[in-house]
DNA sequence: CTATGGCCCTGGTTGC
DNA sequence: TGCAACCAGGGCCATA
């Protein structure tokens, strides 16, 4: 469930039943999830510390640590593709998937990182710039103005879709979102981003904003295996995808059957109608 | 530069 | 029915 959107969500989730709580024990399931540190510099690294303050930055939740009121070091966790956060009370069995648990005190819940595919990450770190890779701005944050916008996307010569699934260009967006804000800017994923008109720039970057916003509003969107989440009801913003897992079914603003395709790998989903190709580009002579 | 494909993983769905 | 191929909301890396 890992985009901008349901990220938020899941932070906002869980972040009432762990924040202020100290951690007694760790169990770390699946070793890679930890992204090398060792797990014994992992346990050493939270036991005994308190889960001070949960937030987003892109796609990561991070977690202050905090110890006698000073920040000591940062829980950096990234849901992957399958990657879910939640609370149980002390006396639960232990699930299937679960790759990593932390046991709370006073009363032993555990904080239990579940994992599936095993793309995501839960690990530790003192310095969060040297964690994270380089990262854009926040697409729903002050730094990511349509001006900044429009000489983000006159800078290079990238298809839209894969610029915009670029975290170190704008943080957050991933393939259903993209897919979603291009079709209501009525643009295709494959034009260049250097070919666009101020105002087009423009009409993007309201609709990535709109969606996002819209999207956290609805508490993101569940399908499949994220149909539901312990602690948490789904998301509903998958009633109001327009293209995505569309392809086939006809578009809601100009009823011209929705096509799939495939844009730097990923599946890509585009009404030919509203979002016109760009002309092919001239053969490398 | 930019684009592409493999890889890390598991499991549900599709198609023969 | 059985089984293999394909696909999935991410991201990193090597190669062209």
Not at 73 to 91: E, F, P, Q
Not at 112 to 137: I, Q, S, Y
Not at 164 to 190: C, K, T
Not at 203 to 211: F, G
Request: proline fraction near 7%; glycine fraction near 10%; aromatic fraction near 8%.
């Amino acid at each position: 469930m890992p985009e901008l959107p349901e990220v938020e969500t899941m932070a906002r989730l869980i972040a009432p039943s762990i924040e202020g709580r100290v951690v007694r024990a760790t169990k770390v399931e699946w070793l890679r999830t930890l992204r090398g540190i060792g797990e014994a510099r992992f346990d050493a690294a939270l036991v005994g510390r308190t889960l001070a303050r949960v937030r987003r930055r892109a796609k990561f939740i991070l977690v202050d640590l905090e110890r006698l009121g000073r920040t000591e070091g940062h829980l950096v966790i990234h849901l992957g593709m399958t990657g879910r956060l939640y609370v149980v009370d002390s006396g639960a069995p232990s699930a299937p998937h679960e790759r990593v648990r932390l046991t709370l005190g006073p009363s032993g819940e555990r904080f239990v990182f579940h994992d599936v595919r095993k793309f995501g990450r839960f690990t530790f770190t003192e310095d969060l710039a040297a964690a994270l890779p380089a990262l854009g701005p926040e697409p729903l944050g002050e730094e990511f103005d349509a001006a900044w916008f429009r000489r983000g996307l006159r800078r290079t010569a990238r298809q839209l879709k894969p610029l915009l699934l670029d975290q170190s260009f704008v943080a957050g967006l991933g393939n259903i979102y993209v897919d979603e804000s291009l079709h209501r800017a009525h643009l295709h994923p494959l034009r260049r981003s250097d070919t666009l008109s101020p105002a087009a720039a423009d009409r993007l970057h309201a609709e990535i904003r709109r969606t996002l916003l819209e999207a956290i509003e609805r508490e993101g969107s569940s399908f499949d295996v994220f149909y539901r989440t312990p602690e948490g009801r789904p998301g509903s913003y998958q009633h109001q995808f327009r293209v995505y897992g569309r392809d086939g079914r006809p578009c809601r603003r100009c009823g011209a059957t929705i096509r799939k395709l495939v844009v730097g790998g990923r599946g890509t989903h585009v009404c030919l109608r509203c979002q016109r190709p760009p002309r092919r580009p001239r053969p490398v002579v």
